[in-house]
């Protein structure tokens, strides 16, 4: 399974509300999917699984949702600190799993 | 606090082997899955493979079967990536992660050991 996230790039301001997709070349069952933020310099770190479950310590100005091949990642309100790579990961058959490519998120 | 340590930065010669290592603590090692992930310079996410301590059971991507070895060592809660003959291609970010509870995902993320091949 390929996924696919888009935009590749988003600019917004503090406050703005950020949408990121994240498409599956084939259905994704909700548990197998997660995302992760990966801040310059660090290490990634894991923001939702199971599509919509938050990890703990992650504020709750990130939410996701989706089904199928369909999937987006919300934050409500952008902070400054939120600058950062998203990526989508998948958990396909026979145990393998899967990233997007990225979508980096810019505060102007 | 649940934390994967990873062995320092690396600077080999193409064709020399190496081997790093990933030390968990604060949970029970033998039971979660341990996973590899490549960061290539400026690049996204790739998932190499993973290895279920307890039993020493392996999976690769098809992409780097053949490529690297992962084991364990659950006596000292150790997980371990190695080469057999690098390649300066090889050059990357190297990631341990612990798979969740549900294995599906990856909650716990090493910092990283760079890896540099270069003649």
């Known amino acids: 399974i390929v996924l696919t996230q888009s935009p590749g790039t988003l600019s917004l301001s503090p406050g703005e509300r950020a949408t990121l997709s994240c498409r599956a070349s084939?259905?994704?069952?909700?548990?197998?999917l997660a995302w992760y933020q990966q801040k310059p310099g660090q290490a990634p770190r894991l923001l939702i699984y199971?599509?919509?479950s938050r990890a703990t310590g992650i504020p709750d100005r990130f939410s996701g949702s989706g089904s199928g091949t369909d999937f987006t990642l919300t934050i409500s309100r952008l902070e400054t600190e939120d600058c950062a790579v998203y990526y989508c990961?998948?958990?396909?058959?026979?145990?393998?799993?899967?990233f997007g490519q990225g979508t980096k998120v810019e505060i102007k | 606090e649940v934390q994967l340590v990873q062995s320092g930065a690396e600077v080999k010669k193409p064709g020399e082997s190496l081997k790093i290592s990933c030390k968990g603590s604060?949970?029970?090692?033998?039971?979660?899955?341990i996973g590899w992930v490549r960061q290539m310079p400026g690049q996204g996410l790739e998932w190499m493979g993973i290895?279920?301590?307890?039993?020493?059971?392996?999976t690769y991507s098809p992409s780097f079967q053949g490529q690297v070895t992962i084991s364990a060592d659950k006596s000292f809660s150790v997980a371990y990536l190695q080469w057999s003959s690098l390649k300066a291609s090889d050059t990357a970010l190297y990631y341990c992660?612990?798979?969740?509870?549900?294995?599906?995902?990856?909650?716990?993320w090493g910092k990283g050991t760079a890896v540099t091949v270069s003649s």
């Open positions: 992660v612990r798979h969740g509870v549900s294995f599906y995902y990856m909650d716990v």
């Open positions: 604060g949970y029970n090692f033998s039971t979660y899955y």
């Open positions: 290895v279920y301590p307890d039993y020493s059971l392996t």
């Open positions: 084939q259905s994704v069952g909700t548990e197998y």
């Open positions: 199971g599509t919509s």
């Open positions: 990961q998948q958990y396909g058959s026979s145990l393998t799993w899967t």
